[in-house]
């Protein structure tokens, strides 16, 4: 099973960038999606989660601004944000609980895509 992450770039104070994961390989199927991120010098923290029914959990931070949602058909996740701020710098991972044997759910990672918001 392997994610991979792609959207990410500069933009400035205000703008909008929209990030897509697409999960590829052999499996039964995906539960949680979600989104996280890495600033310099910090721990990864949980930006939004997506499950396979469509409910919605979000960062405090970021709520009213970033939207997840999730393509189960395709097996991909999207975050859409507006209004970025400066503070929203960060590698952005991807991330899917993946049910690749009938009994067991396996946590995969995506490679990271840079987000850089300029003030």
């Known amino acids: 099973v392997q994610l991979q992450a792609y959207g990410g770039g500069l933009v400035q104070a205000g703008g909008s960038l929209r990030l897509s994961c697409a999960a590829s390989g052999r499996f039964y199927g995906i539960s949680l999606m979600g989104w996280y991120r890495q600033a310099p010098g910090k721990q990864r923290e949980l930006v939004a989660t997506?499950?396979?029914?469509?409910?919605?959990a979000y960062l405090d931070s970021v709520k009213g601004r970033f939207a997840i949602s999730r393509d189960s058909v395709k097996n991909m996740v999207y975050l859409q944000m507006n209004s970025l701020k400066p503070e929203d710098t960060a590698v952005y991972f991807c991330?899917?609980?993946?049910?690749?044997?009938?009994?067991?759910?396996?946590?995969?990672w995506g490679q990271g895509t840079q987000v850089t918001v300029s003030s």
């Open positions: 997506i499950n396979y029914g469509g409910t919605v």
């Open positions: 991330n899917a609980n993946v049910r690749v044997v009938l009994t067991r759910e396996s946590t995969y």
